[in-house]
């Protein structure tokens, strides 16, 4: 365990984490009529702790470095021998996905401007969202994570359900019942491995999957450690979201406003592939192991069934809705290789693909608060009235799209190689199916500029005004990200490849 955890006192994590939630209840102490006030809070709630991310991201965290750093610790709950801790920490693969949630939080006050309805209850319930997020990335007491978990779906659920589009409450009941559903899956395997070694130190946890050592028992003909694995797997499968358990995804998108779907793809997706690779293939690696490949095959269903759906949808959300699930199918492939080339990919996808698809809901945000609809059929020569707005479209949709030297080539390219690279060669096949995903990317991308920006102008647009400079401000950073990563992905890789090595020695046997 002690090469696993590095303590440190350090509480900037905490402050990172709970600064939005100071705001909240800053914001719910200010009248509702005084909006600018609210904005001024929520804009400052979220700025604070993307400075501080900042300074631990290029100052506090040291690169190359093992186990956990800025590691805080304190007993939270305590009765008898049951002990919860709070303790929290950082590695490779958590700091730039906090990182990246602070700048998306930062980037959704001013993008919801345009939401109908607006409400100091909104911007209340965004800060709490950007809490229970940032709090699962920095978790290290596996009850403490479940926590932050449960926090977070609470907000998405009534932020979809009241400022969502006309079937709101449709999407906002079957997200939350997916993802309930996949939090009581979570918290009897977490008891049950709590009852059985007594901790719900996810350190500990680790060292004890290394060694075999869980002793729970049998359910439905199945041994601990499998039935474990499935739950733990289908709990984060759905957030991902992973097919067959993707079906809600597209309808909260759809129904979802802008800043919330840019949340909802860029980050909250990524939870699912976090909680992986933080709490279910380290803690039970034999039965990872052992159905590596199944997970594999679910990774290129998901790549190659999410690019041909994208392909015939006439909805431009809804279109970005399914390319989520086909991108997000890389990282579940990258991970299943059980390679380092292959999980560095897997790690340096989910911030990529944050980047891309929140950059995408941001594009489709800005024709939609023009045109009230998102039929792709309906638009048509939009690059003519909107030359701004088409440049920059272009470059976010190439983004996603992977051409190269932006980011998603990347992490998709060392995927691919990584999972070509696998011990067991039934990958290679999966390799050369993937492929058909990306050839599909390309048909659905292409396919949806050419219908929005080319061709005959269609008059009722010709008036629209072009992209302004709010909407510049949020799309802007996310657009860097994804040309400077494509350029110099080391400023990721560095920082994750330590804490890749060490979870590889977990995962492979005598490593």
């Not at 305590?78 to 490779?92: C, K, L, P, S, W």
């Not at 906090?98 to 700048?103: A, D, E, Q, S």
């Not at 932020?159 to 009581?184: C, D, M």
């Not at 499998?226 to 995804?249: D, M, S, V, Y």
Request: with cysteine; hydrophobic share 55%; aromatic share 14%.
């Amino acid at each position: 365990m002690d090469s696993l955890l590095k303590l440190s006192e350090s509480t900037i994590l905490t402050w990172i984490t709970f600064i939005p939630l100071i705001g909240m209840a800053a914001i719910l102490c200010v009248p509702r009529q005084n909006m600018s006030l609210i904005k001024g809070i929520a804009g400052l709630a979220t700025f604070i702790p993307l400075v501080l991310a900042t300074m631990v991201y290029f100052g506090d965290f040291q690169t190359g470095a093992n186990g956990y750093q800025l590691v805080q610790s304190l007993p939270w709950i305590t009765a008898g021998e049951f002990q919860v801790n709070y303790t929290v920490g950082i590695d490779g693969l958590s700091l730039p996905l906090v990182w990246l949630t602070t700048l998306l939080m930062f980037i959704a006050v001013p993008a919801s401007e345009t939401v109908p309805r607006l409400s100091k209850a909104y911007y209340a319930l965004l800060l709490m969202l950007g809490c229970g997020i940032t709090g699962v990335f920095i978790s290290l007491d596996y009850f403490l994570f479940y926590v932050f978990w449960e926090v977070m779906l609470l907000p998405m659920y009534f932020l979809i359900g009241i400022w969502g589009g006309p079937k709101r409450e449709y999407a906002a009941i079957k997200f939350f019942l997916y993802t309930l559903a996949g939090s009581v899956l979570m918290l009897i395997a977490l008891v049950a491995m709590y009852l059985d070694q007594g901790t719900f130190s996810i350190p500990e946890m680790m060292a004890i999957g290394k060694a075999g050592a869980w002793t729970g028992p049998e359910l439905l003909g199945m041994s601990f450690t499998t039935w474990a694995f499935w739950f733990l797997f289908i709990a984060f499968a759905i957030k991902i979201p992973c097919f067959p358990f993707h079906t809600w995804l597209p309808d909260a998108h759809v129904q979802a406003p802008t800043p919330i779907s840019v949340i909802l793809a860029g980050i909250l997706l990524k939870l699912g592939g976090y909680g992986l690779i933080r709490g279910c293939f380290p803690i039970v690696p034999d039965a990872f192991r052992e159905n590596a490949y199944v997970l594999g095959v679910l990774g290129v269903i998901s790549i190659v069934y999410g690019a041909y759906v994208a392909l015939g949808q006439t909805d431009f959300k809804r279109m970005v809705a399914y390319s989520s699930v086909s991108h997000m199918g890389f990282v579940l492939l990258g991970m299943a290789a059980l390679t380092e080339w292959g999980m560095n990919g897997a790690a340096l996808q989910m911030f990529n693909h944050g980047t891309s698809s929140a950059a995408c809901f941001l594009i489709v945000g800005v024709i939609y608060d023009r045109a009230h609809h998102r039929d792709l059929n309906a638009f048509g020569g939009v690059a003519q009235p909107m030359p701004r707005y088409w440049a920059l479209a272009t470059f976010g949709f190439f983004a996603s799209l992977g051409l190269p030297g932006m980011a998603g080539v990347v992490s998709e390219a060392m995927t691919l190689v990584g999972a070509f690279q696998s011990a067991d060669t039934r990958f290679q096949l999966l390799v050369l199916i993937s492929c058909l995903g990306v050839v599909l990317t390309a048909a659905y991308i292409l396919w949806a500029l050419q219908r929005v920006f080319l061709g005959p102008l269609n008059e009722k647009y010709k008036d629209y005004p072009d992209i302004n400079g709010r909407e510049v401000f949020s799309l802007a950073p996310l657009l860097f990200l994804c040309l400077v990563l494509g350029i110099f992905p080391f400023y990721l890789l560095d920082w994750m490849d330590t804490s890749v090595i060490e979870l590889m020695s977990l995962l492979n046997p005598g490593s």
